[in-house]
Structures are given as structure tokens and as C-alpha cells.
């Protein structure tokens, strides 16, 4: 039996209030396989490419070539670089200007020999002639009612001409299915005439997070900062918070909310606390009692260990991620941001590598996720700072972070210099030193 499947059925645990009857510990490499094998990419609908975001879900093919026509990439003159081969500052060339021409208009399509036209930025360059002479270095001579093109030097083939399809050519892919639409490469979809993209539609999303102390009105209170940061989070992804819950630990309190985001449609749905092995835990058994299939509960990690992954029988992803607030970030941050990469027809996450500033001891057993400072150094390289205080409760060294450092489990000690996987803080970001 595939590994996989065989994780699968013995974590598919029979749930009776905090008791586990089933239950094993799985490696984060083994939850991502499982999340890639469970996740299926959102379906796709065609949208305006001026809207200016999402993941495309085909391949943009250019129809054309780009520019369609050979253009002036300047002011100046039009002319026949052939001949201007004997110019020199002892032999002017004189070549008559006999018109000008306008971008977006037709050049003519008759030219005469030992002649050139005033060409404006963008202009078509009119038939028998191939390169463009800046205005700024060209003499203007007037004689008889005629103007002259005074040449001294000889003028290159191509110069200043922005040849038809220079740019892209008939049949080049513009941009890769599983791309997402920047303003940058926009320009390019819409220069090649493209206006309607398919794009993979935004899962809805909800957020539950439990836990009787959060903003406790009735006794001792702690700040509800989870909700806040997973709304946040997902908005600079792009991916709008369809609600947000909280509930008591009380199990038919947490089941009627649970119920409510699958009658809201939500694709995902985000618990936060009551993950773990305590009495007032709800969480993985509500699940198992409304039938969802628990495809994994406690990853070999810190922090975040106890993480839950679950499919509804009516289709609606759960991750159950622990209450600790680092704790949610690792969670978001490794396992649901994964999902969302699926979701949109993208591969998972690629790591840079960074060289360790000083050595560091973890458990051997756990993949640790540590809050780091990473920059880059006088020779361009990365390098990280494993930060102190990676305790999962503690968000002042949170604040100091802009990356994550990936430290794998069966390594105990970093040593100082050693190469380690990095990445930013937040999906889709580059890290800023």
C-alpha cells in the first residue's frame, strides 16, 4: 500500500472527546504530499485582463508578431542607410525631405532615391528605407523652397528601428499558465491584443478561531490577534476573508459555527485552537462526529505540531491550526498557503538558500520553522539570523523577522556557515533586508 494512503487510513482516527483512538505523527514533507494529493485547482472562468490579477489557468499564446509593423523608436529622419555609405565630414550627403509622417498614420507608399521623411516616435518607417537618424544630430539645409538632409557620417541598417516582431513573434507564449497577472506582464497580454484571460477563480475562505479567552468579556482576556492576522494575511494574497467566526470551547457551539461556513459555499475553511490534547480540545472530534475525513492531525514540527488537515464529505478543506499565534503563522505560512498554490494551479513554494550566522540546537526529531532576520551581504550572498525568543506565544521577535529559516528534522545543530533554506516572511513577497 502506498505510503501515503497507508498515513491516510491510520489517521483517519475515531474522535470521542479528546480521546484519540488512532493517531499518528507524520513528517511535514509527508503532510505536503498529502496536500498536493488532496487538493485540486479551483475551476477557471474568463476575466477582463485589465482587472489586473489572479493565476492564469492556460497557457497566453501570442497571435502576432509584436511590433506588427517596422516604427521609429525616436523623433528624427527616415532614411536609406545604403545611401549614406560615402558620407563623411568632407562629403555631405543631401538627402531631400519629402514629407512627414505621423505615428498613427500610413506612410506613403511611394520614395523617391536620395530622399528622407520627417518620422515622428512610433511611425511606421515607410518601405525602401531602414534606419531612423535622431533629430538632435541631423542639418537642415534650405535651398530653392526645398528642405535637404545634410549627412556626414554613414548611417547604420536598423539604427533607431523597432522591426515588426522584434518584440514577440507569432506563436511565443506570452506568459505560463500558473502565472500570476502583474502589472508588468499585463503590458505585454494586452500590447499582444489579448483583453479576456482564464483565470482560476479566488477560493472563499473562512476563518473560525476558538477559544473561550479570546476577548473574554466574563473573566481573564487574551487579545484575539489570530483572526486579524489570517484576514490580513489572506488579503495580501489576494484572497478575501468570505467570514470570520469565533466560538467558545463548547462543542455544539464550534459544530454550528463549522456548519455555517460549509452553508456559506467556503472552499476552506481556517480553525484556529482546540487542535491539541486538552480537555477543552473540540476541534478534531466535532470534525470526526460531522463526518469529515482527518487526513492528518500532529506533524513532526515546532511550532505548530499538533496541525490538523480535513475534507468535509460535502467537499470544504479544514485546516485545524493551533491557537498559539506563531503557531498560526506556521501553519498559514507552510501548509494552507500550500493549498492555496494548488488551488491556483501553481506548484508548491521554491526555497532560496542562505549561509547561518551562528550555530543553533534544536530537537532532532521536529522540521523547525525559526523567525529570522535574513540580508544580503557585501558579497551579494544571503545570510540569516536565527532570532531568540522562538517560543510560539512570543511576538516581539515576530516583529523583528522578515523570513523563515527551514531547519530540517534529523539535524540537531546548525553549525555557524552552514547552508539553509530561507523564505520571506509572507507568501508572494520577496525577502527585504
Known sequence: MPLIENIKLITQAIYSDQICYKRTMISYNQAVEIIKNSIKPMPASNRDIKSGYGVIAEDLIAQSSIPEFANSAMDGFAVNSS?????????????????????????????STLSAYEIMTGAVVPNGFDCVIPVEQTRIIERDGKKFLAINEEASRGRNVRLAGEDFKADDIILQK???????????????????????????VSIVTTGSELDNKEGPSIANTNGPYLEASLRRSGIMAHQTFHARDEKNKIREILEQ??????????????????????????????????????????PGKPILMAVFPSGQTVFGLPGNPVSVAVGLR??????????????????????????????KKFCFFAKAQTSVNAQGILETNILSGQESFKLKPFNQSNSWAIIPEDLEVLEKDQEIEVVPLNMGESINP
Open 83 to 111: 545611401e549614406t555609405i560615402e558620407a563623411s565630414e568632407k562629403k555631405n550627403i543631401e538627402l531631400e525631405v519629402i514629407g512627414t509622417i505621423y505615428a498613427g498614420e500610413s506612410p506613403p507608399e511611394d520614395s
Open 178 to 204: 500558473g502565472s500570476t497577472i502583474e502589472p508588468h506582464v499585463m503590458m505585454s497580454v494586452i500590447a499582444n491584443g489579448i483583453k479576456s484571460v482564464k483565470v482560476y477563480n479566488t477560493p472563499k
Open 261 to 302: 461556513a460549509i452553508d456559506l459555499d467556503s472552499d476552506m475553511i481556517i480553525t484556529t485552537g482546540g487542535v491539541s490534547a486538552g480537555k477543552a480540545d473540540f476541534v478534531p472530534s466535532v470534525l470526526a462526529e460531522m463526518g469529515a475525513d482527518i487526513l492528518f492531525h500532529k506533524v513532526w514540527i515546532r
Open 334 to 363: 507552510f501548509f494552507v498557503n500550500q493549498a492555496f498554490r494548488i488551488m491556483q494551479g501553481q506548484n508548491i513554494e521554491p526555497r532560496t538558500k542562505a549561509i547561518n550566522k551562528a550555530e543553533y540546537t534544536k530537537s
